[in-house]
């Protein structure tokens, strides 16, 4: 007898067909090198786009959107992983990361404390509906077209929720920019030892995730911001410089051997 069961199902098509058509893994395997890189990209988009925001808003909002829009583009369309492609993808973000958090407060006017509420709220609704439709959010189950679109939108929130909660401890609750680096840099120790004791690997990676930006974010602005204002006055260009000149030396490294991916933890 023939049921429902035993009928082929029809295949997906147009749109939603593109969305989960099958891919490679195409996130890097976490290792030392991996969060060394991330953090760097977070330091480097802090004092690229406060640069660029100094020299021209339009400028800065062009160079923003345009960068994200062609890193993402090209991520998109990509069947494989390529560190230089992913990490040019990561840096994009970091910079127009950085630009929303600060539209939120410096144009829109809400105070820091709110914007990282906002912020953490997105990130939470993200994280959310992403395990809701796809069942998993592991970075190493990121198969489909429609699992990297949630895994880069949530990526954008977090770098958008470091750069205000950076902020909100080194301006508004006047901690300083060294003081934010000593205690965002603490607070990752925590996820560290929380997955040396056995605990999920996927809640202390998203943890240590979303802290590397704000740790990267206020080491930038401290080594880049002038003396008067709390930093050693280096300067937002020379440090996004040298942060782009890092991030591209280790990418380079990388790209000589591109590592497998670990196997995607089910949560």
């Known amino acids: 007898m023939i049921t429902n069961d035993t009928l082929p199902r029809p295949r997906p098509s147009g749109v939603r067909a593109l969305l989960v058509r099958p891919l490679a893994v195409k996130v890097p395997a976490v ?10 990209t977070t330091g480097m988009g802090e004092a690229a786009s406060d640069y660029l925001g100094s020299v021209s808003l339009v400028l800065g909002g062009a160079v923003g959107v345009l960068g994200l829009a062609l890193a993402l583009g090209l991520q998109l369309r990509a069947r494989s992983f390529h560190p230089a492609r992913y990490w040019f993808a990561v840096a994009m973000v970091a910079v127009f990361g950085t630009m929303a958090a600060d539209v939120l407060h410096a144009i829109v006017g809400v ?3 709110w914007s990282s ?3 953490a709220a997105a ?3 993200l994280f959310l509906v992403w395990r809701r439709v796809e069942g998993t959010v592991s970075i190493h189950s990121i198969t489909t077209t429609r699992r990297e679109l949630f895994y880069w939108c949530t990526v954008l929130a977090t ?3 470091g750069t205000a909660a950076g902020d ?6 006047g901690w300083g920019f060294l003081t934010s680096a000593v205690v965002f840099g603490l607070a990752l120790l925590v996820p560290l030892l929380a997955w040396r004791l056995g605990a999920s690997p996927l809640v202390t990676f998203w943890t240590a995730y979303v802290l590397t930006r704000p740790f990267g974010a206020s080491v930038a602005d401290w080594l880049g911001k002038p003396v008067a204002a709390g930093g ?3 300067g937002d260009g020379p440090v996004a410089l040298g942060g782009c000149l890092a991030i591209a030396a280790l990418v380079a490294l990388l790209a000589r051997r591109v590592p497998t991916p670990e196997v995607a933890v089910r949560g």
């Open 31 to 40: 290792t030392a090198v991996f969060w060394l890189v991330k953090v760097l």
């Open 111 to 113: 105070p820091y404390l």
């Open 117 to 119: 509420l906002f912020w």
């Open 123 to 125: 990130v939470a609704a």
């Open 159 to 161: 770098f958008a929720l």
């Open 168 to 173: 909100l401890t080194a301006i508004a609750l």
């Open 232 to 234: 050693l006055g280096w």
